[in-house]
């Protein structure tokens, strides 16, 4: 059986779940396209996450990697093109361009462009009224180091696709984030197989 | 049988489809909280819309009113608070200042609060999990004549609950507005469920 | 020599300058337009906003009424159609629908217009190309309570213009809200000259 | 004299002016910091903005290169952080992903980071009280092309200097985008002189 890796992380900021991890851990073990869910929860900073993932990339030899994360404030699931080698555990994207910040990898390439095939996903997306888009950014924080920590640690092996999918907030976390979008957790844990199925589908 | 005129608009602005009247189609005859749906379809503009609904508060005499429309961009569904007396027909918010713009009723007070139990539907959209908050401004537009017109030709029937629901950009359009937030058809279609239950329920 | 009274908030939320007290306290008794700039700074929350500025009313007698306050998110300076009465002092917008909200004067009117010259302010704005737009909400919190008090305070004094010019972070706030809009200060106070100016006019 | 080469764009989605060139042509031959400006005029397209700038570079032999381009809908300047090897021709982000998309330059790296002093610039920035952010994403159209272009072109030579930085809507725009933030054109032009003389620094 071969299997597909799925990171969620860890509550952070006070927040008493992380939807990421909530989604992972409900479709663990799931055969979604022929492959089989390998769900892993990952903790909140830049190395720690980087650590974690490309450990359970060497400990499963997964078929495919899917990372997810919370993005709040995102107006729908983002399906995200490119990781950067920038970590800023200030989590300060506003100021990444500090003296402060370092790579996720020291001399590895700037940045890797994600390995799935979004087209496909998000056409299917669409086709199940699920509200959805390409991403130009995965931020420079925890997300983005997990993401460019695998695609970097694969990068020798193109045939695995390896890419990294933000939710915005889930609907339980409205009434503190009123003034921000949100959708419902099945919602979500529905893009979320469907986009594994593509990937399945593609891999056949 | 007691009835709630539940209204939705035409599809406008070159869009085939308009959510509110979607859903206000789908629960017309419903039975919900003891209170029977009549829906009413609506044309967009500031004039014909408050026509339409006065007219159908006549033909209907409803025990309650809610009126639903689009608000392309907002991120979640948005309990009205209030209508104010502005008709602006060009649409164009920013400009509402201008001497162009008329009143919805020419001599009647500046706004109207809804009369709805605002705090009870976001309490139970809430536990549903279901996004959503309560709106300082429901625009100047056919919405907010359409909510101004029924509360002015209530205003003397205090016991008759009369609001408006914006609802966010349907999942459907999001394609062609993907940096915008949207929602589900039936999520928004259980909230306005949920909302009228609520209604029914404060009228037992 | 007839005054206007302008009004400007002292800081809070942490903040260390409130640049809505910042403009007022620069323009305090200069000549525009033919009125004599009286400023006044008042507290913030929504019983305390309103005493002070039908106080200040009371004792200058002013030829018109301008408040300003910020409102950090906005794009551009916001000149405010509406005040509505409803005193939120938990400043929590989304949920001002709740039981706990009261009203800013018991037993008067839902809302007020604003009583300014807002389509001439508006395009002499335009003209100087400093950004700027009339907007539908001044918000529940005590920007709203202290332009909706005035408005009632001289509802029988309708020749009295009343409004309230709301402003985006302040440039020098910039660097905590990188994600948010913000204007020089001098450009913001020069907009409220100009929309002095444009009163004066309206009053010779 | 050493030319620091400043590109603006030409006008286009139909309106009237292009901020980022009116800024360039004004800069032109200024001497900043020790670099003496040289002001380019780029057409909108990702391969005709791409060939005109590594034009201008075999041609001027800059010792910096600084790309300047309109982001309607920024809140403030954007410090340009990445360039990705993506041209979306279609200026369509959001669908970035389809297989439609090609390469800026056919074989070459995914990504390059900016070279630029960018924590350095965003100091003296917000020192002279102007809004500005270092960015994560210079979208996949014309002003991304040209960065990323510039930059391969350069990647032998680490000690010139190139990046991109995005302007928000211009003031005079402002009335056909009220709802989105923008900046009068002397700030900006301002800002830019400001970047330069940074540059010019760190070249000493």
Redesign the interface.
């Known amino acids: 059986m071969q299997l597909l890796l799925l990171t969620g992380f860890e509550p952070f900021h006070g927040e008493r779940i992380n939807s990421s991890w909530e989604i992972a851990r409900q479709l663990d073990g799931e055969l979604i396209g022929g492959l089989q869910i390998k769900s892993v929860r990952v903790p909140v900073g830049c190395g720690k996450a980087a650590r974690r993932v490309t450990g359970a990339i060497v400990r499963y030899r997964p078929r495919a990697v899917i990372g997810l994360g919370e993005a709040g404030g995102r107006?729908?699931l983002s399906?995200e093109?490119?990781a950067?080698?920038?970590a800023d555990d200030r989590g300060n994207?506003?100021?990444?361009?500090?003296?402060g910040v370092t790579p996720v990898v020291r001399g590895a390439?700037?940045?890797?462009?994600?390995r799935?095939p979004?087209?496909a996903?998000?056409r299917e997306l669409?086709r199940k009224?699920?509200?959805?888009?390409?991403s130009?950014?995965a931020?420079?924080y925890a997300c983005n180091a997990l993401m460019y920590s695998a695609l970097h640690h694969l990068r020798r092996k193109p045939g695995v696709p390896v890419g990294f999918i933000h939710l915005?907030y889930?609907?339980?976390q409205?009434?503190r984030h009123?003034?921000?979008?949100?959708?419902?957790?099945p919602?979500m844990e529905n893009a979320v197989r469907i986009a594994i199925a593509v990937i399945g589908r593609s891999l056949a």
């Open positions: 107006p729908c399906l093109r490119v950067i080698n920038l994207h506003a100021r990444s361009g500090d003296p390439p700037d940045a890797y462009f994600a799935l979004l087209a996903i998000l669409d009224h699920i509200p959805a888009s390409v130009l950014t931020g420079a915005p889930d609907a339980r409205s009434p009123r003034s921000l979008p949100s959708l419902p957790i919602i």
